[in-house]
């Protein structure tokens, strides 16, 4: 939804969903998670048919969110025993799921066996032993994809690019790291070697880096051939599509066609069979879709600037990005603000020199296409209760996908030691 049509459904809801709820509030827009998934199928089925999506569950891991994405037939990549239970509650079937991580216990692998996963990523040779012995036990056999890194540099911010030789994510594909583990996954008969992935990290404002990842990644799947005489299945080449923030981004149906034309190429290249293709977006389908609406609750002149300060911080919305914000007030942008949150340390300001209309305390601001991972990481930083989530129905029903906080619940399991008392 565009900023302007975003702001029209804001206030169209405003005195009888907003106001029983209070600010800061979370809003998303059903309809727009439904058109990001469609518009990534669509692209997928003109281009690359055989293909799965499956959502990024660490972007939200609101069940209620989840659950939409379920409807459109998503299935799901869920990083570890948390967001597993997240897709399950989100009723995701056992066989819809792929689950990642880097360090799953042993008890957790077995569990996620015994409720049926059949995928899992291997990010490093101790993560296998434990599937390993953990299929033995179950007698299931689990499909295993490799996490390969190629030691890649992307246009984005450092701490979310995943593949650089830095990285800790991933096994190294030119020293023969990844290799060795797709061997053991080979040699062991309790699993089965069916793909290898990547993922080159969040927020890529590009599409050239997909081509270089689909070409690094069928290189290995050539060489697991060669090397091991088998020909894997599955390329799975993660997530990373962006939002546009700050300015334009490449659109979803460019990504794919990226995507598409080289792995047709490579693999013919290469003579490898085409693989099913699957993918884990997940900025891409939620970004876009929600909203944190605020107040401005004190307008502060210091020698240096206007501060609006909002009821929320920095503490509500994931880092790093330049999210548009509008006022909920009539009036032309005329003033000048840095938007501070409420929180008690210097680095809490949501933005510098943000053009808005003129702003008294009381007047509601909107910050926008905060959808992906700020439910995740937000905090309860000065004891602050984490806002509520509203969900804005295709049929224009406003329903609570996550109920508010009270000042206590933010420290509900704390424990005063009995003679404290
Ligand atoms: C393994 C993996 N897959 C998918 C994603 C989703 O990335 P994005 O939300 O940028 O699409 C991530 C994000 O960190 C990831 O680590």
Redesign the pocket.
């Known amino acids: 939804m565009e900023l302007q049509a975003r702001r029209d459904r804001l206030l169209e809801i405003e005195s009888e969903v907003l106001s029983p709820y209070g600010t800061p509030v979370y809003v998303f827009f059903e309809e727009d998670i439904r058109e990001n998934y469609r518009t990534l199928r669509t692209a997928l089925d003109e281009q690359y048919p055989d293909s799965v999506i499956h959502f ?1 569950v ?2 939200n891991y609101n069940p209620g969110i989840l659950s939409v994405l379920r409807d459109e037939g998503c299935h799901a ?1 869920a ?1 570890a025993t948390g967001e597993l239970s997240a897709a399950l509650e989100a009723g995701y079937s056992p066989q819809e799921l792929l689950l ?1 991580g880097m360090n799953r216990r042993l008890s957790d692998v077995e569990q996620a066996l015994e409720t049926g996963v059949e995928h899992f ?1 291997v990010d490093n040779a101790t993560e296998l032993e434990r599937l390993i012995v953990a299929a033995d036990e179950t007698e299931a056999q689990p499909k295993v994809l490799i996490r390969g890194n190629p030691s890649m540099e992307v246009p984005t911010h450092p701490e ?1 690019a ?1 593949a650089t030789r830095e990285s800790k ?1 991933g096994l190294d594909i030119e020293s023969g790291r990844a290799m060795a583990v797709a061997e053991r996954t080979a040699s062991a008969s309790a699993v089965e070697l069916a793909g290898v992935q990547l ?1 080159i ?3 890529i404002n590009g599409v050239e880096p997909y081509g270089t990842a689909a070409r690094e990644l069928l290189g290995f799947a050539a060489d697991i051939r060669d090397e091991l005489g088998i020909e894997i299945d599955i390329l799975d080449l ?4 962006p939002v546009p923030y700050d300015g334009p981004v490449p659109d979803t149906e460019a990504i794919v066609t990226e995507i598409s034309r080289t792995v047709r190429e490579t693999a013919n290249t290469l003579d490898l069979p085409l693989p099913t293709l699957f993918l ?5 389908l939620v970004g876009n879709a929600g909203t944190l609406v605020t107040t401005v609750g004190v307008i502060k002149q210091t020698p240096h600037t206007s501060f609006a300060v909002l009821d929320a911080g920095t503490n509500a919305v994931s880092s790093y990005w330049p999210y548009p914000m509008f006022a909920l007030t009539d009036g032309k942008a005329t003033e000048h603000y840095d938007v501070a949150g409420p929180l008690c340390y210097t680095g809490d300001v949501l933005a510098a020199d943000v053009e808005l209309p003129p702003l008294e305390a009381g007047a509601l601001l909107a910050i926008d296409r905060i959808g ?1 991972y700020s439910l995740g990481s937000a905090s309860h930083t000065n004891a602050q209760p984490k806002p509520p989530v509203l969900l804005c129905r295709s049929d224009g029903d406003v329903t609570v996908i996550r109920r508010p906080e009270t000042p206590t619940d933010v420290f509900a399991n704390a424990e005063v030691p009995d003679d404290l008392r």
């Not at 993660?238 to 599509?241: D, I």
């Not at 884990?280 to 891409?284: F, K, L, M, T």
């Open positions: 990024a660490k972007a990549e990083y990642t990523l979310v995943t994510f993922h990290g969040s927020q993660g997530g990373g599509f884990e977006p997940g900025r891409r992906a």
